[in-house]
């Protein structure tokens, strides 16, 4: 294999353990324990905006849990359900038994639907069913009312006693906010969000996700001829703190050199990967574009990309004690 190519698949296999993704994971797997050992049902929800890492979490946590066979029986105690969009009342259920795998033959109502979906886990022995994408509930199109869905992800929970992990986009909270039963079954919201650039420690842990996939490409043959810091703060431009963004970014870039042999990785290269992909762009502050790779790039620049994450993702910006993040 070139090297090239395997530095891409390296990467795209490359799970970083990072501090915002370790808040989430430790606890999240603890509640998972819990469901499978017999507890009581819970309720919980992440939210977070799109590439900040959601889906490699539910990666995370369906992989230490798998499907296995007990007596010959098929056991998935942790199960991940897309919610498909549009979405209607006979695709919740029909979407969690696609999931298991069970084929949906000829016309079938709501009512039967949800009774064969509730014997198919209760077979499968399934404790915990992750719903990747719920906020596709509370979209513009959506043909379940935000209150209906919201009932029957209670009465889901309640029937079988089973954990639910709900991940979504910021406006997933709607569907707690409009049901005061569902809200007040759940737990606290958890937000997974982008680094903040004015918290040092934020700051540091972002570079450390920057060094670790550099480090992937020196390894390969390809270093970046970037100083370190200097490719912290273009990263930071391009992603707005977002690591599921800075890992496009770096696909999207070892992709750029596959059919080539091992050679140093220029500013020029960055940048034609950058514009390669959707990225966090103000109009006032463009990676690899603004600022050159011997350019400090300063304070404000990195705060505005921030603010853009947040704001696109009617996240609120929170007011700091003047605590102010830098790499020294």
């Known amino acids: ?14 799970e970083l353990q990072h501090p915002q993704f370790l808040k989430q994971l430790l606890p999240l797997k603890q509640r998972i324990e819990d469901a499978i050992d017999g507890a009581a049902s819970r309720i919980e929800r992440v939210i977070g905006p799109s590439r900040v890492g959601k889906s ?8 230490d849990y798998p499907e296995t066979k007990v007596n010959g029986r098929r056991q998935v105690p942790v199960l991940v359900v897309p919610v498909p969009t549009p979405v209607s009342p006979l695709l919740l259920p029909s979407s969690v038994l696609t999931a298991l795998g069970i084929p949906i033959q000829g016309n079938i109502t709501s009512g ?11 077979l499968a022995g399934t404790r915990v069913v992750i719903f990747e994408e719920a906020s596709h509930l509370v979209e513009v199109g959506a043909r379940v009312p935000s209150r209906s869905a919201g009932d ?28 005061e039963q569902l809200r007040m079954r759940a737990s606290a919201a958890r937000r997974f969000l982008p680094y903040d650039s004015r918290i ?3 700051m540091q842990a972002f570079h450390t996700c920057v060094a670790t996939y550099a480090n992937l490409f ?33 696909q999207e870039l070892a992709g750029q050199l596959v059919g080539e042999m091992p050679r140093s990785v220029g500013f020029e290269d960055c940048r034609a990967a950058a514009v390669a992909i959707e990225s966090v762009d103000s109009g006032q502050f463009s990676a690899f574009e603004s600022f050159d790779c011997t350019e400090k790039i300063p304070a404000v620049a990195l705060h505005d990309a921030y603010v853009q994450v947040m704001n696109m993702n009617e996240l609120k910006v929170p007011i700091l004690d003047s605590r102010e993040g830098a790499l020294q």
């Open 1 to 14: 294999m070139m090297p090239a190519k395997k530095l891409r698949i390296d990467i795209e296999r490359c």
């Open 56 to 63: 490699m979490l539910i990666n995370s946590l369906s992989r």
């Open 218 to 250: 020196s390894a390969a043959g390809f270093p970046i001829a970037l100083p370190p810091l200097a490719l912290t703060y273009q990263c930071y431009l391009l992603t707005g703190g977002l690591v599921g963004l800075l890992s496009r970014f770096m």
């Open 200 to 202: 040092q420690e934020g």
């Open 112 to 122: 039967v639907m949800g009774k064969r979906m509730q014997e198919q886990l209760k």
């Open 152 to 179: 029957w992800f209670k009465w889901l929970a309640d029937s079988q006693n089973l954990t639910l992990l709900l991940f979504g986009v910021p406006r997933l909270e709607r569907l707690f906010d409009i049901n």
